[in-house]
T-cell receptor
Framework: GNSVTQMEGPVTLSEEAFLTINCTYT??????LFWYVQYPGEGLQLLLK?????DKGSNKGFEATYRKETTSFHLEKGSVQVSDSAVYFC??????????FGKGTTLSVSS | DADVTQTPRNRITKTGKRIMLECSQT?????MYWYRQDPGLGLRLIYY???????NKGEISDGYSVSRQAQAKFSLSLESAIPNQTALYFC???????????????FGPGTRLTVL
């Protein structure tokens, strides 16, 4: 069945450091891929998405590229801020079905 | 006002009690979902509904039931709550498939449920 695997955290960085959170998936066909972010005490918000191979999703300085050859959708940001501290979830959806989530990666950024 | 609202936001109850969590949305979406979040496990799907007459079980539906009262309302019930149902519960919505890739989901703020 479909699944999502993302790197376990917590990830602890200093402000302005480079961020990578790895995400790989298993699915047949061509799923849509998502990164959601959950700030403390809040629900999940869509951060970015990509719907076909080689698409790059981007938002708020975050980027992720849909790599079908490596079944990956790694999240990157060149310079993190304290306000980026949150839990990040990689997810996939296939043929309009419900999302399948990874277990989440907690990011903590200190000044 | 929030597009997806959940009530209550927090609830403490005892084992064996019946509990209903409610979700309402003003986005006009056809599809609604219930997930639970547990530390280290991510979000897991409980039930989903693609329209008022369509209800489907998710990965972990045992011990739960749902009701889609209207396009905008989707309730989750725990008929007889047990301690391992202590979790954070999220409702989400998405638009019906209008072509490729209209599957972004929008989440409510969550309900924190504690079963003693």
């Amino acid at each position: 069945g479909n699944s999502v695997t993302q790197m376990e955290g917590p990830v602890t960085l200093s402000e302005e450091a480079f961020l990578t959170i790895n995400c790989t998936y298993t699915a047949t066909g061509y799923p849509s891929l998502f990164w959601y972010v959950q700030y403390p005490g809040e629900g999940l918000q869509l951060l970015l998405k990509a719907t076909k191979a080689d698409d790059k999703g981007s938002n708020k300085g975050f980027e992720a590229t849909y790599r079908k050859e490596t079944t990956s959708f790694h999240l990157e940001k060149g310079s993190v801020q304290v306000s980026d501290s949150a839990v990040y979830f990689c997810a996939l959806s296939q043929a309009g079905t419900a999302l399948i989530f990874g277990k989440g990666t907690t990011l903590s950024v200190s000044s | 006002d929030a597009d997806v609202t959940q009530t209550p936001r927090n609830r403490i109850t005892k084992t064996g009690k019946r509990i209903m969590l409610e979700c309402s949305q003003t986005k006009g979406h056809d599809r609604m979902y219930w997930y639970r979040q547990d530390p280290g496990l991510g979000l897991r799907l409980i039930y989903y509904s693609f329209d008022v007459k369509d209800i489907n079980k998710g990965e972990i539906s045992d011990g739960y039931s749902v009701s889609r009262q209207a396009q905008a309302k989707f309730s989750l019930s725990l008929e007889s709550a047990i301690p391992n149902q202590t979790a954070l519960y999220f409702c989400a919505t998405s638009d019906r498939d209008r072509g490729p890739r209209t599957d972004t989901q929008y989440f409510g703020p969550g309900t924190r449920l504690t079963v003693l």
